[in-house]
């Protein structure tokens, strides 16, 4: 199988069991800090959205309109009871087809390790043009921390099932952002739930 139908297979088996245990992994901290650099309302794209809380749930709590893609439909009908309100599209991030300028942020939480860090620089150029000026782009990127390596690609356990986790370096990662226009803001590196992940704000040009 792909690792792609893994990875949805995998989700599958855990969206009950990830859904019950959301509690254990605290994200207000970073939410509450995120909403600060952002305008009171807005439209929030939120890629691996998974079951919606979190991050659709703060956002939409705010005023915000939230449209969350996830690839596996067992997370998403999960989000369809927490978070009705937001727009849910079931797909795959790296072929999703959006209008430019629409959204005011664009989240990535624990989901962009699941792509293969040879593909971020087209995720990351596609967001930029996604982002209005001076939106932003928020995502957790798995470091050395995590896996134990500087850059990484391979299949870890979590909760039972193997999930493909990819990274490269800090440099590579920023030389990506810059290349897509994005600034980097803020970088933080808390412990959640046992794990400690890299944590990164960035911004889109002011135009």
């Known amino acids: 199988m792909s690792t792609e139908t893994d990875l949805q297979t995998a989700y599958r088996h855990l969206a009950a069991q990830y859904d019950a245990n959301r509690d254990q992994f605290d994200l207000s901290g970073l939410l509450d800090r995120l909403q600060e650099r952002m305008p009171e309302q807005g439209l929030l794209l939120d890629l691996g959205c998974g079951a919606g809380v979190p991050v659709a749930q703060t956002f939409l709590a705010s005023g915000w309109e939230v449209v969350g893609v996830d690839f596996c439909p067992a997370m998403l009908a999960l989000a369809a009871q ?16 959006l209008a430019p300028n629409r959204f005011d942020a664009v989240t990535f939480v624990y989901s962009l390790f699941h792509v293969p860090w ?57 030389q990506q952002l810059t290349a897509a226009g994005l600034q980097i803001e803020a970088e933080e590196r808390p412990e959640i739930g046992g794990e400690r992940f890299l944590w990164v704000t960035a911004s889109a040009a002011e135009g």
């Open 82 to 97: 927490h978070v009705p309100a937001m727009r849910r599209i079931c797909g795959d991030m790296r072929r999703l087809e």
């Open 118 to 174: 040879s593909e971020h620089d087209a995720l990351f150029q596609r967001i930029a043009r996604w982002l209005r000026p001076n939106g932003r782009l928020f995502f957790t990127y798995a470091t050395a921390d995590y896996t134990g390596e500087p850059e990484f690609e391979g299949w870890i356990d979590f909760m039972g099932e193997r999930l493909f986790y990819s990274h490269s370096t800090e440099a590579r990662l920023r």
